[in-house]
């Protein structure tokens, strides 16, 4: 059991040491939970606000005798070898921390996802990411890098993308021939949400505005299934995807061909659905008798699709899961090993004007939108983690794909140059 497991480690006074970047609503929650556990904690934590990773390591009632603020990196290694906390405003050198096992990125930011993330795996650090934005532009890569270096790079269970994947993993591995695999949507989808008209509902939740925003603008949605898609082969039937209303006890009849009375033009496809958040799902069939009259027997349905349906994901507070498989068992939550069949593209939120530059995810100037990778490497679309900082060349109008075309895509980022290295090991160029 892993929680024997994690005991001996704690046992010993060997505890997995992680290094996290991004200390927000997701990184405080990873903290508070890790230092509930056996074998597991928080040794360096980075946030670009000053104080709050030092605040964030407080509250997860880390006595703050045992905090070590510093942006140095030899003061940040001797006191982790101490056994001691970092907290810092400079995540460059987390990867050059000797003493810790993994790295975790927490920043939804695709560039900074990036570079934690390569200077991890350069370093021969395990590396969890949060980051859905940076792993459905440059996964593929970053997890070849990985294998190279004899480390795992993997997404986080809790989040939609693992939590969909234990299901897929479950039905896969008894036989069985997943159709569908997919999430529900936690907010009604809309399009034009920006920092501003979120900004009421994120002072409620205390969540981040500009995070919301991208929830509730579908930009979330899509790439989290960009990544899930990539992960196991499945591409959105539609541009988008279908998102019908849908509940748990319909799941199996939606998501089945229009021509038996559901939404869908192909399958082995990936979905969301509204009405079914906070919950991840999968659909699958079988031609064997047997098995179809054993799944009516158990009162799973008709058939002959059915469906496995997860009512929650527990986000960041499930990522110690990942955490300790990755680095005491080598093992990967999920993650792209074959080139990839799904993109997240960048839609224009409003009019874009030639010589704008394109805010953050989850601002005012764009939206992700998933398609076949395919279709959108033949018609340069832009893809939505190298939007960000790009500076328009070419009018857009609201609604429609920004092109490579249109974008002089910010030169010198590290996700640039690894979606350079990705598209020349998938496409040859």
């Not at 939606?254 to 659905?273: A, Q, T, W």
């Amino acid at each position: 059991m892993l929680h024997n497991d994690l005991k001996e480690l704690e046992r010993q006074g060997k505890p997995i040491k992680v290094g996290l970047v991004g200390a927000g609503q997701m990184g405080e929650g990873l903290i508070a939970q890790m230092e509930l556990m056996n074998g597991m904690g928080a040794y360096a934590v980075a946030d670009v606000v000053p104080g709050r990773a030092f605040e964030t390591l407080k509250s997860a009632n880390v006595p703050e005798n045992q905090i070590v603020e510093t942006t140095d990196p030899d003061v940040a290694a001797q006191a982790v070898a101490e056994g001691k906390r970092i907290a810092t405003t400079d995540s460059a050198f987390m990867s050059d921390i000797p003493g810790l096992d993994v790295v975790v990125e927490a920043t939804g930011i695709p560039e900074v996802g990036a570079k934690v993330a390569m200077d991890a795996i350069l370093a021969n650090k395990h590396m969890v990411q949060m980051n859905v934005e940076t792993d459905a532009t440059v996964g593929y890569i970053l997890r070849n890098m990985a294998n190279s270096a004899g480390v795992v790079y993997t997404l986080s269970a809790g989040d939609e993308p693992g939590s969909t994947m234990e299901l897929y993993d479950f039905a896969v591995s008894l036989g069985f021939e997943v159709v569908v695999a997919g999430k529900g949507k936690n907010n009604p989808l809309n399009r034009a949400a920006n920092p501003d008209t979120a900004a009421e509902k994120a002072a409620r939740q205390q969540m981040n505005p500009k995070m919301l925003a991208s929830f509730e603008d579908g930009t979330k949605t899509m790439v989290e299934m960009t990544s899930l898609g990539n992960a196991i082969g499945f591409v959105p039937d539609v541009r988008g995807m279908h998102g019908p209303q849908v509940t748990p006890k319909t799941i199996a009849d939606v998501y089945r061909p229009k021509d038996m009375g559901g939404v869908l033009d192909n399958l082995g496809v990936v979905e969301y659905g509204l009405g079914i958040a906070p919950g991840v799902f999968v659909v699958f069939t079988t031609e064997h008798p047997k098995l179809r009259r054993d799944l009516q027997y158990l009162h799973m349905g008709d058939g002959p699709y059915w469906a496995l349906y997860r009512p929650y994901h527990l986000t960041s507070l499930e990522t110690p899961i990942s955490i300790a498989r990755a680095v005491m068992r080598g093992e990967t939550t999920v993650a792209t090993d074959n080139p990839p069949v799904a993109e997240s593209i960048t839609i224009a939120k409003k009019d874009l004007k030639a010589g704008e530059v394109i805010d953050a995810l989850g601002g005012f100037c764009v939206y992700g939108m998933i398609e076949k990778a395919d279709v959108a490497y033949k018609e340069s679309l832009l893809p939505l983690g190298l939007a960000p900082g790009s500076t328009l060349v070419n009018d857009v109008k609201m609604g429609e794909p920004v092109t490579y075309r249109d974008v002089e895509v910010k030169p010198g980022q590290t996700i640039l140059h690894l979606r350079r290295l990705q598209d020349q090991k998938v496409f040859g160029n």
